[in-house]
């Protein structure tokens, strides 16, 4: 392990920096300076290297989409942002980071970094779980080989990349949709360890959902 | 557990699992999603309609264990209606049963929308 690169798992990085806002004006300008900075900071270039060994390059503000990343460059607590570009590459302890899933992931990244925050807290989650994919996401994610797929969705969790990861979720969820569990077992590989009696009982007690007319 | 690798092929996986603590992980062939952990397994599930999540229920233990967890709004009402326009039934005859197993499956539910105009639910809700 490198140890220059720690992570810091308490939490508390996600409200630093907005300032408590009295009217709507101040919010506005809140947001405006805000936005400019993440703007800026995204200029800023850093590297991440993948379990294999590649270095890739991201925008600061595109980085942060991931929350370990967020959380390492926090704990160095560097001031001065532009030095942060001339470090080490932050290394990706996974298996999972390959370097083709990297280049994946700093393409997302550097996609949607402009994107508005994900705020768990908020009513409209369920809003944002029923919305389809965007053609950009779809695209991107329609990856052949289904070993790659995997790949990003289990980086993209290992960095704690929320959207990325629900983008692969609704990938693989769209695929399987109105498939059956035979095929569905077989299309994702994986191993049926249910015993037919078992199986059998499952589908008894589940028989409403398979109502036709 | 009772778990066999599908197929030889190389490269291979180790379980991704951050909540798994002891290292004998075992490797999985990387394009099986059985590589993927019960939490991976269960945010990539929570995008399923609940529909699906009991349709799929029988895919695999990990899926049976995995794919209610994260159903947190339920909205019963349009299941309940499809299954009464299907099996010909009336809004009077609700399947308590269905219900009671939505309930008991989907351990995390927050809400619970379903919307009964009947006068003898009214009189059951009383």
């Known amino acids: 392990m490198n140890g220059e690169y720690s992570l810091d798992t308490t939490e508390g990085m996600a409200a630093s920096g907005d300032p408590p806002t009295n009217n709507a004006v101040d919010d506005y300008d809140a947001e405006e300076a805000l936005e400019r900075q993440r703007e800026e900071e995204n200029k800023i270039k850093i590297k991440l290297k993948s379990f294999e060994g590649g270095v890739y390059e991201c925008g600061l503000t595109a980085a942060k989409m991931s929350v370990m990343v967020a959380n390492m460059l926090d704990a160095l607590q560097e001031t001065d942002l532009t030095k942060i570009a001339t470090r080490e590459p932050i290394p990706l302890q996974n298996d999972a980071v390959t370097n083709k899933a990297l280049e994946k992931i700093v393409e997302w990244v550097d996609h949607h970094w402009d994107d508005p925050p994900i705020d768990p807290d908020f009513d409209d989650e369920k809003e944002r779980r029923n919305e389809e994919l965007s053609h950009w996401d779809k695209q991107f994610i329609d990856i052949a080989d289904q070993g790659e797929l995997f790949d990003i969705i289990a980086a993209a969790n290992f960095m704690d990349i929320k959207g990325l990861v629900e983008v692969g979720a609704k990938h693989i969820c769209n695929k399987i949709k109105g498939k059956s569990c035979t095929e569905v077992r077989e299309m994702l590989k994986i191993h049926n360890d249910f015993t037919p009696e078992e199986e059998a009982a499952i589908h008894k007690e589940n028989e409403w959902i398979y109502a036709k007319d | ?126």
């Open chain 2, 1 to 126: 557990m009772d778990r066999r690798s599908c197929g030889q092929k190389p490269p291979k996986r180790a379980k991704t699992s951050m909540t798994d603590t002891n290292r004998t992980q075992e490797e999985y062939p990387k394009d099986s999603l059985d590589r993927y952990g019960d939490d991976l397994c269960g945010v990539i599930l929570s995008y399923l309609s609940l529909e699906e999540c009991f349709r799929f229920e029988c895919v695999s233990k990990q899926w049976q264990r995995s794919v209610f967890k994260r159903q947190n709004y339920v909205n019963v009402e349009k299941h309940v209606k499809k299954w009464q326009i299907m099996s010909g039934k009336t809004i009077e005859d609700i399947d308590w049963q269905i219900l009671e197993s939505v309930v008991r499956k989907c351990p995390n539910i927050r809400r619970f929308d379903i919307e009964i105009h009947s006068e003898v639910t009214g009189r059951v809700f009383e």
